[in-house]
């Protein structure tokens, strides 16, 4: 059966093992500026909002791009990046409502996450407090994961207004 991250920002504890482990096995490096997944933070309202690509039904980066590097992937549903088409114009950050793709520093190609091929690391990190989880894809999860999604943009809204 297919699988699904399920991110829940309400028992994000802030952490941010995720974005560690993320960076290690991407990068190399244990560097949160290196990360594939972001935690913002409100100082205001004491609340974290882990963010990494939600890997849409329908991403709008693969409908911005202007040249055709971003797709998503008919049968596994995961969106990824042709890096030798990338021309890190940054279009792609701009419209990611979930503020899940960035640009690499050094390589100068657009990032996001990629299920670490289908094992989730941020998953596997956050076993404790459960805000990242690696589940299969029922209707149930599905829809929880809409709704939780719908919920991580607004409150990451509310976290950059602050910014």
Same mark, same amino acid.
């Given at each position: 059966? +297919?699988?699904?991250?399920?991110?829940?920002?309400?028992?994000?504890?802030?952490?941010?093992?995720?974005?560690?482990?993320? @960076?290690?096995?991407?990068?190399?490096?244990? =560097?949160?500026?290196?990360?594939r /997944? =972001?935690? *913002?933070?409100? %100082?205001?309202?004491?609340? *974290?909002v882990?963010?990494?690509?939600?890997?849409?039904?329908?991403?709008?980066?693969?409908?911005?791009?202007?040249?055709?590097? /971003?797709? +998503?992937?008919?049968?596994?549903?995961?969106?990824?990046?042709?890096?030798? #088409?990338?021309?890190?114009?940054?279009?792609?950050?701009?419209?990611?409502?979930?503020? !899940?793709v960035? /640009?690499?520093?050094?390589?100068?190609?657009?990032?996001?996450?990629?299920?670490?091929?289908?094992?989730?690391?941020? #998953?596997?990190?956050?076993?404790?407090?459960?805000?990242i989880?690696?589940v299969?894809?029922?209707?149930? !999860?599905?829809?929880?994961? @809409? +709704?939780?999604? %719908? @919920?991580? /943009?607004? #409150?990451?809204? @509310?976290?950059?207004?602050?910014?």
């Amino acid at each position: 059966m +297919k699988k699904v991250l399920v991110v829940d920002h309400e028992k994000c504890n802030g952490c941010t093992y995720c974005m560690l482990v993320c @960076s290690m096995a991407h990068e190399g490096v244990v =560097q949160r500026s290196r990360s594939r /997944i =972001q935690v *913002f933070r409100s %100082e205001e309202k004491v609340f *974290f909002v882990p963010t990494l690509c939600e890997h849409c039904e329908d991403p709008p980066c693969v409908e911005a791009c202007p040249v055709g590097a /971003i797709s +998503k992937d008919s049968e596994t549903g995961l969106v990824s990046v042709d890096e030798d #088409a990338c021309t890190a114009c940054g279009v792609c950050v701009d419209v990611c409502p979930y503020r !899940a793709v960035r /640009i690499h520093p050094e390589r100068r190609v657009a990032v996001l996450c990629d299920l670490c091929g289908g094992e989730p690391l941020c #998953a596997k990190a956050c076993s404790v407090m459960k805000a990242i989880e690696w589940v299969d894809a029922t209707p149930e !999860a599905l829809r929880r994961r @809409s +709704k939780l999604a %719908e @919920s991580r /943009i607004e #409150a990451l809204k @509310s976290v950059l207004e602050t910014w």
